[in-house]
């Protein structure tokens, strides 16, 4: 599970219970959803309880209906809410990238490591995030892409060179080309590919990074692959180039990593 995490410059007196420092923090549309879930006296309990609070920024984001759906089902309410409380204090220095610990619902989330503020309060404390955060995926790289049409190309060709148990471990990142991506190509290029299992391999794992990279931590540079050459980030206004594809969409979170979809086919360079 993606964390994407502000960082809080300003030390807080630490006299404050949970949602009294929330409230100080300016996460009004927090507390006011924790009061209407009926958690305001949980979080004001002992605990200790970690605390990944969104912003009021983050919950404007939601879709509206999405957040209505939010504040007339309490049940689901309570669930979304839980599932951003960790059981005793985590702090920054103990998060790791690739991470999972088990939410106060039952669920796991996991983060990728970044910079993040940690306010006190006397039962814990407050990670701001900027995000509302959604359970953790039950689907690997390969499942997921498996169950998606625009992916049917990559995932004939991940068969056929026989990466699926690969790809199913991990954590990875994978730059996705969609089949309009494969349909750019020469028209026999996939024929030869097919034909010669040693390419084939060296094409796919050249679209695989090790290690779970969500659109927070890419930077411009150099990235190396699974394949053993290096693939080019170029972050501009115009939006994420990975060599010359296009990301049209990033961030989709699996069960060993994240997938973001491009659409051009990355080629290794001979």
């Known amino acids: 599970m993606k964390l994407i995490l502000l960082v809080v410059c300003f030390v807080l007196s630490n006299a404050q219970t949970i949602p009294e420092l929330a409230e100080k923090l300016g996460a009004k549309t927090l507390v006011n959803l924790v009061k209407d879930a009926g ?5 004001s309990g002992q605990g200790p309880f970690t605390v990944f609070g969104p912003t009021d920024a983050a919950f404007a984001a939601l879709p509206p209906a999405v957040l209505n759906k939010l504040m007339n089902d309490k049940k689901l309410l309570e669930s979304v809410l839980l599932f951003h409380v960790l059981s005793g204090k985590v702090y920054s220095s103990q998060l790791t990238n690739d991470m999972t610990a088990a939410t106060l ?3 796991n989330c996991r983060w990728e490591q970044g910079s993040i503020g940690r306010p006190n309060a006397t039962n814990g404390v407050i990670h701001v995030i900027d995000k509302v955060l959604a359970e953790i995926p039950t689907q690997n790289i390969v499942e997921f892409a498996a169950g998606q049409k625009d992916f049917s190309s990559l995932v004939f060709l991940v068969v056929s060179a026989r990466l699926g148990a690969t790809l199913s ?3 990875f990142t994978l730059f ?4 309009e991506a494969f349909n750019k190509l020469p028209p026999d290029a996939i024929n030869k590919l097919l034909q010669n299992q040693t390419a084939l391999i060296e094409v796919l794992t050249y679209h695989v990074v090790k290690g779970t990279v969500y659109s927070v931590g890419l930077s411009n540079g150099m990235v190396p692959t699974v394949e053993g050459k290096s693939v080019k980030v170029d972050i501009s206004s115009g939006g994420v180039m990975i060599n010359d594809a296009k990301v049209t969409m990033a961030d989709i979170p699996v069960t060993n990593g994240v997938i973001h979809v491009i659409d051009t086919v990355l080629l290794p360079p001979k």
């Open 105 to 107: 619902n039952d669920c």
């Open 169 to 171: 471990g991990g954590p």
């Open 39 to 43: 958690l305001a006296d949980t979080l």
């Open 176 to 179: 996705a080309p969609t089949n």
